[in-house]
């Protein structure tokens, strides 16, 4: 596989200015991270307007995090979509059987950033209505080895942005599924 480098595309352009209404948030100190838990920014520590540099950051975190072992602490943190999808024994089971298969990460970076928003729909297996930001990652993991991760945000009902799906797929391969529950 050969290295994977960023791509910039001008439908990338608006994603660089986009904002979300956080709330002012202000002077929070960082909370301690204690063991097992995900390096994502704590919630107050987030800035008012959202760059795609932001969350393919937290995408990035999120990666190595669960790289590391740390799959309880990724499904802790996320958010109800995500746990209503899949329980955690299955989420954890399933990505690491994923990253078994393809290796270690020698090298990550992202591939897009994407930003949706999705009406209500009766139709089986529709993620809920609101916005989300979906990062694509490639991971390098040897010669001609590889995966795709995709991490998902949701802006969450407190107007806060949580994980809501993080898949891992080797290079060449289909991505797993998961039906998320209204």
Known sequence: MRRLRRRRAFWLLPLLTLSA???AQTGSAPQKQSAGTVPV??????????????????????????ASGLLD???????????AAQGKQAFVAQ??????????????DWVSVRRESVGASTTQGAPPPGDYIVVLL??????QRGRLETVTFHRDSDNQWRLCGF????VGQPAPTTTPKK
């Open 138 to 143: 490639g991971v390098e993991t040897g010669p």
């Open 167 to 170: 898949v891992a797929a080797p």
């Open 21 to 23: 209404s956080v709330g």
């Open 95 to 108: 990505t690491r059987d994923i990253f078994n298969q393809s290796g270690t990460a020698t090298a990550r």
């Open 73 to 83: 602490g990724v499904y802790a943190t996320a958010s109800p979509i995500m746990k």
């Open 41 to 66: 920014a704590p919630a107050q520590a987030q800035p008012a307007r959202l760059s795609a540099n932001y969350f393919v950051a937290q995408a990035i975190q999120v990666s190595e995090a669960a």
